[in-house]
């Protein structure tokens, strides 16, 4: 029996009922009929996107997970399955474990099983993580119309605000670290959302003052907001929460949405930050004055 | 715009019609009425599955790509989408467009659009190439039954040559080498017999004295395996047909089938090289007598 076997049949034994149906050379799925596939993939690679020396190997692979999962999300899909390829060095085969205990907690908090994956050695520690998901009622990035409003889920900046202060070797505030290792996928939020007729959706991955830019163009249309607005993490400053992406909170233009409503079924808000125009771009402002954010983030400018 | 964008709308450039519905969150596809959907994930990673001294960053994509899309193989599925999560180091930045021709061109030869990617920054350059197909009748490691023949496609034993003669500081023989760096998934072919009435398939990835005890396991049945028929790639060795994986062909299990017409249509033999009997195993014989493999491929094992 070879390692990878030992490996994948410990992590099978560590997930439990999370996970479904590994063992042949590829997962078979059902797609609920009348809905369409969703699929998503995404890299968290050692000292890019985390550092071991700032959270524990289970908060690696939650991280990872939650952070494919939300992609899921920002279609308003559900999840069917995740895929995972690891690429685990020798010196840390002893963390391998544990970082399939916090992709089995992400998977479990979404409800997603998971169907199978590969594992393969290297030099860099890396989780690729592919998930798949189905939707009656897909929201894209090119959907927002003029005269929606523009909403974003939860508060912004906390996992930037903790990468800035692990940067300057300080302890991020709680609240900050807690939202940069278990984001939380907002997919029951975006399901209510888009059955209430939100016209478009992303995930905060780039931070707001990019993202926003990318459903701008998507939707040939003007995103117009109000940074005074933004709901920003307790330890977080208004800066993290437009330039620092991660948090993985959504941000959805619609109608206008029952703010109240969201808020008591789901224990997070539900902010109005601006409104969609007619034109092209993301415009911010302030206090009624044109403001230009710091610019978001880009894993390939930082080397 | 990101250097990750600009790298991104390189590649769709490059791609052409090959790439499709690229630039949301996550990508859709449609399943087929009556179908299931199947997923495979494969990651190939920098000296590990190759050298970059013995291929060239077209072959690495074209490898990367064409082993993904053989699990899809391995379970008679066709293909509807590839999404890739490339790990790239700065020190390869200008090789990336190469890979992604590489990535091109092996979708191209077996009909699947890419449908999405990741690019991460990284130490290691990697691709995991995560792959959806759909399918009617899905053919599983579980399905060999007694009685049954047990069926190869293609030759083996080219890809582990290469890689034997690269160790040795030589050049392989081409056909070995083009086996390495071209593996052709058997999609068409595996349809072909799963519509014949084929009851189980595994892709040769670990290598045959490896693979057949997986469907062995996975049937509760015993593969009895002549060795002396095995169609052996020229310029390897049975060693290498037996012991080395990644040639990406199939085996499997199926009543007789008319293997010349197979050839006929596909123009690659499709070779019977033993029977499915009760028990339990894989079992090899040479001309009559006990035959013991050297052991399969394990990357882990490796290191």
Known sequence: VSK?????????????????????????LECPAGEKIVVSTDSSVENV??????????????????????DLAAMAAKPLGLVFALILPARLRDAANEIADGVGAAVGDSSCPIVGGNISSGEELSITTTVIGSSERILFRSGARPGDSIYVTGSLGGA?????????SQEPAPECRERFVHPTPRIPEALWLASRGATSAI?????????????????NASLVIDVSKIPVTKGATLDDALSGGEDYELLVTAPAMDAAEFERSFGIPLTCIGKVAAGEGATFRKNGAPFTPLSGFDHLSRQ
Not at 6 to 28: M, N, P, T
Not at 50 to 65: L, Q, T
């Open 203 to 219: 995930d905060l991955s780039d931070g707001l003052s990019t993202d926003a830019w990318h459903v701008a163009d998507a939707s």
């Open 160 to 168: 930037a605000a903790a990468v800035a202060a692990w940067a300057a």
């Open 49 to 70: 996107h985390f550092r071991r020396a700032n959270i524990s190997p289970a908060d690696i692979g939650y991280r990872a997970a939650a952070a494919a999962l939300s």
């Open 4 to 28: 990878e076997a030992d490996l994948i049949a410990s992590f099978i034994a560590r997930w439990g009922a999370a996970a479904s149906g590994i063992g042949d050379d590829a997962a078979v």
